[in-house]
């Protein structure tokens, strides 16, 4: 991502932060107001209306808010990937470019959706202040609740297929490993891939059912068997990490899948106009976000512990490896700091709403 528009988009945030932190004020004032005699309040029929476009006002806001900072670490991720990918064309196996341009990608789809809801719900916010009165807000947070857990759905799948890849190599390894120890190849009709490499032409036709037999290895096919151990070794780790960021990410989907489902029900709940419901709401997305600030301190920690635990020990390659992983490990934990950060501004907006709320609700009753 170009720095202006990651500069842009932080802004942005922040500056719907401010809104929202100056959004607390008024509801604050109002909650004194009603407390203020003995008795609650008759509301009136105007006073209803305002009380649910202000709702609607700051849910937007805070969709808003939230769909950015999601983009903004989307393109975040999108930028260390293309990096990576530039440093490694021309030095490194195409097997790696590509593995990481298949995550760029998915990342790059990532960001593209966000960054179109994002501007659907500016159009939001601007047909509210304009006066018109459209449903499309609610539906595009039902979009959030459901497209999000698709797309962890497909991280899900390109991570599985690391994992695959990651344990046929490991299988290659443990055949080569029993080929260099023992000095021999044993050859069977099941077994014929190594014995192909090592005497191409000797087994190129079916071993039908002969019988298997062992075949000794000399100096230079033994040399041989142990550099392809050493490069398989190398693409082990490499595929570590990206399995690595691949579960993280994940992680951090799946807070985003529980949020984004709070905003949904949030959404139904402010269009149906009832302020209990709404005040019940409010209070489960509490409750989430603060499951989520435990769940992300506990992952921050895991990375800081992984951070201080490295080590510049080994070959260049798995040094190489090791400078990848830590990046991804700050990227992350910067993340979810972060978000902790964000969250709890959210929990003390959520708390303020939901006292006048509740409040305006207690007011209808009489």
């Known amino acids: 991502m170009d720095k202006k528009i990651a500069h842009l988009l932080f802004s942005r945030t922040r500056r719907l932060q401010k809104i929202l932190g100056l959004m607390a004020v008024p509801l604050l004032l109002a909650s004194s107001v009603v407390f203020a005699t003995n008795a609650p309040v008759r509301a009136t029929p105007k006073d209803a209306d305002q009380k649910k476009a202000e709702r609607k006002k700051i849910f937007l806001l805070r969709s808003a808010d939230e769909v950015n ?64 009165r459209t449903a499309s807000w609610v539906k595009r947070s039902q979009e959030l609740d459901k497209v ?41 009709k099941n077994n014929l891939e190594l014995a192909r490499e090592l005497w191409p032409g000797a087994y ?16 230079k096919k033994i040399l041989h068997l142990q550099n392809n151990l050493r490069m398989l070794a190398d693409q082990q780790q490499y595929y570590d990490v990206l399995i690595e960021l691949g579960k993280y990410e994940q992680s951090w989907l799946h807070i985003k899948e529980r949020d984004f489902s709070k905003l949904a029900d ?56 090791l400078q990848e992983l830590a990046r991804y490990y700050e990227m992350m934990k910067s993340r979810y700091e972060r978000q902790i950060e964000w969250l709890n501004g959210q929990i003390e907006s959520y708390e303020a709403d939901f006292d006048e709320t509740g409040k305006t609700s207690l007011a209808h009753r009489y």
């Open 69 to 132: 900072w999601s983009l903004f670490f989307a393109h975040e991720t999108s930028d260390v990937l293309t990096e990576q990918i530039r440093a490694a064309a021309g030095h490194e196996p195409e097997i790696k470019v590509n593995e990481r341009a298949v995550l760029l990608k998915w990342y790059r789809h990532y960001a593209d959706w966000l960054s179109g809801i994002s501007d659907e719900i500016q159009l939001d916010i601007r047909d509210y202040y304009s006066g018109k």
């Open 148 to 188: 999000s857990r698709k797309m962890a759905r497909e991280l899900s799948g390109f991570v599985r297929r690391l994992e695959w890849e990651r344990s046929r190599i490991e299988v290659r390894m443990q055949k080569l490993r029993t080929a260099v120890a023992e000095r021999r190849v044993l050859v069977n």
């Open 204 to 219: 190129r036709r079916s071993y039908g059912r002969r019988k298997a037999v062992y075949r000794d290895l000399t100096e």
């Open 266 to 321: 949030i959404a139904r709940t402010i269009a149906r106009d009832d302020p209990d419901e709404t005040v019940r709401d409010f209070r489960s997305a509490v409750r989430t976000y603060k499951a989520d600030i435990a769940a992300l301190k506990k992952i921050t920690a895991e990375l800081e512990a992984k951070l201080h635990g490295m080590t510049e020990a080994g070959s260049l390659q798995t040094f190489e490896r």
